[in-house]
């Protein structure tokens, strides 16, 4: 277990700490998670390690946004997504939450962190570049 502090633009967020077991966190507050969603957390310009640790460093040579997602586009993401796992699925996720909020972006997403697999929703979001949306 690790100290996670949520220091986000937002007066309050909720995030899930366990599979369907979700807790609101206000800014400022220091709350106690499992290491691996501490991790995932802390990656995230809007987390810090309530513990003292360094957070990790975004994946070199890449233009980031926060905490090493991406900034561009849908495909741009989708791309560094699948690239990984779900511990990026759920990076990206909470980034664009808290970022630009794109309806498209944020659905597919949701359906990687689901457990859609890579290959379906890579398929969605060549699609949507097919159609030039960005949003």
């Not at 996670?4 to 966190?25: D, H, K, L, M, T």
């Not at 900034?71 to 664009?96: N, Q, Y």
Request: glycine share 12%.
């Amino acid at each position: 277990m690790r100290r996670v502090r949520y220091v986000g633009p937002y007066r309050e967020v909720e995030i899930e700490v366990a599979p369907e077991r979700w807790r609101r966190v206000k800014r400022g507050s220091l709350i106690e998670v499992g290491d691996q969603i501490a991790e995932r957390l802390v990656v995230q310009e809007v987390w810090e390690d309530g513990d003292g640790r360094p957070a990790p460093d975004p994946e070199p040579g890449r233009s980031v946004a926060e905490g090493g997602v991406p900034g561009g586009t849908i495909a741009e993401v989708m791309d560094w997504v699948t690239d990984g796992d779900e511990d990026r699925a759920l990076a990206a996720l909470e980034a664009e939450r808290n970022g630009k909020g794109r309806k498209k972006l944020l659905g597919l997403l949701e359906q990687l962190v689901d457990g859609a697999s890579a290959a379906d929703v890579n398929d969605g979001a060549e699609r949507l570049e097919e159609d030039n949306t960005d949003g």
